[in-house]
């Protein structure tokens, strides 16, 4: 059981953005102080602005922000959003073909867990992930990778 | 975010082998009920037979049968010891390369949520996913299926 990629440089993406506050960053930047793709991250930052999550702005001096306050982000909305394929087994999905669904109580039980899962997600937003007494750490541990 | 063919697989051999009681079953009946692969079939019963699930027995009258009783098999334990990897994140991983690790807070949080998750799989056995009303039923909607 993994959580995907996607779905991890999402929240690595908002996390970074939501230390830099009003600051702008690129692509490059992020990419660079997470030592990760910067295709990969071209795709994840392309759907987070589609879906609402931050704001890019074009041209020389553009750049990304985060469009809300970290505090109103919250994780298991997001990570719902991220996360495409929450079919956990077959009988989840439209093309369902086990033959005991109709008398089989596992689809229940995982359903279940799978709620708990996100009930537990729901009690975190963004700002939570990033404690305040922290946050200078992170920018600082940012720019020294960065550079 | 899925559950492995692998553990899918387990709980379902176990499943239908609880529904059988003392009657040896094979694993080409077992599949032929499912409608899925022998050979997968095949790596799912050695590792439920070597994690004691179930006793396997050889020979030309032989098959499989449930070692234990379905109410003391626990799902959540039985899907954690066949989910081989629970790392959701990168940072859960051995090989964990991830900058922000130190001053991140996104592992505990997922790693709440994964807790939760299995807490509520604690709940249920494997009798549980069989009510006994509906048993029955099963069995019959099986042998329909593999005759």
Chains 1, 2 share one sequence.
Do not use: W
């Not at 996607?6 to 830099?20: E, G, I, P």
């Not at 071209?42 to 890019?56: D, F, H, P, R, T």
């Amino acid at each position: 059981m993994r959580i995907t990629r996607y779905t991890d440089y999402s929240l690595r993406v908002l996390m970074y953005l939501a230390n830099k506050g009003e600051t702008l960053s690129t692509i490059a930047e992020i990419a660079a102080s997470y030592d990760i793709s910067r295709n990969h991250l071209m795709k994840v930052v392309q759907e987070l602005n589609s879906k609402g999550y931050l704001i890019a702005t074009r041209g020389k001096n553009g750049g990304l922000r985060l469009k809300g306050k970290p505090e109103d982000i919250n994780v298991g909305a997001l990570v719902r959003e991220t996360e495409q394929d929450l079919d956990l087994v077959e009988c989840f999905g439209s093309n369902n073909q086990c033959v005991i669904t109709p008398v089989c109580q596992l689809r229940r039980a995982l359903a279940e867990a799978l709620d708990a899962f996100f009930a537990k997600l729901d009690e975190y937003t963004l700002a939570d992930l990033l404690p305040q007494e922290k946050a200078a750490e992170m920018v600082q541990l940012l720019r020294i990778v960065s550079n």
